[in-house]
């Protein structure tokens, strides 16, 4: 006699906490690899800002607050661009471009440097970012998009804050030194994300 699959077992996202579905595994690593950063970079940065460069913690926290207005406001335009242009070719330039702005925080010395630099690089990847949801809604099946989605958020959170306590411990003098090589190695990482077969495993079904 067949086994019998319940409805439960066959609705299953993950298994012991790894995603069942191809397309969310590849999703959910890049996802993992982009928050780690993102975590790594924003501790760093902000110590780095403020205690060798020498900005009042103020002035970080402003230019952090017009970065995410940034992000706020650029997610429906993009989002809308990509499905005019087609969501490979924009989500694969927003990626590489938030690799390239990244690197402006090795040469920002000012509080208005610092400002533009991370202004451009939220709208890129807070662009990117909305782009791969609308993408999420498209290859998700059986009205699974809500689960995918919030799987990769809970994978988001283990990403920053994974990221976060890694360099939360570095000393004062090794704050030049990690951030560089968190940029740099950031911007690799962004480049390396950017390749069609990662962004897009599966061919894009198109709208109905």
């Known amino acids: 006699m067949p086994a019998v699959t319940t409805v439960h077992e066959a609705d299953r996202l993950t298994r012991r906490g790894v995603p069942l579905d191809p397309t969310l595994r590849v999703l959910a690593v890049a996802t993992l690899v982009n928050t780690m950063g993102n975590g790594a970079l924003m501790t760093t940065s902000a110590l ?15 230019a952090l607050a017009v970065a995410a207005a940034v992000a ?15 969501p490979r070719e924009v989500l694969l330039w927003l990626t590489a471009a938030a690799g390239v702005a990244t690197l402006g925080l090795l040469v920002t010395r000012s ?31 059986g009205g699974r998009g809500v689960a995918f989605k919030a799987y990769l958020r809970s994978v988001t959170n283990v990403g920053i804050t994974v990221g976060a306590a890694v360099v939360g411990s570095v000393s004062t003098d090794g704050l030049t030194p990690l951030l560089r090589w968190l940029v740099r190695t ?10 069609p077969s990662l962004v897009f495993p599966i061919p894009v079904p198109a709208r109905s």
């Open 48 to 62: 780095y800002f403020t205690h060798v460069i020498g900005l009042a913690p103020t002035q970080v926290g402003a």
């Open 72 to 86: 706020l406001f650029c997610q429906v335009p993009l989002g809308h661009l990509g499905d005019v242009r087609g």
């Open 111 to 141: 509080f208005v440097g610092l400002v533009l630099v991370l202004a451009v690089e939220a709208f890129f990847d807070r662009g990117a970012s909305a782009i791969r949801s609308g993408y999420i809604a498209r290859v998700a099946t």
């Open 186 to 195: 950031r911007a690799r990482a962004r480049r390396f994300l950017a390749r």
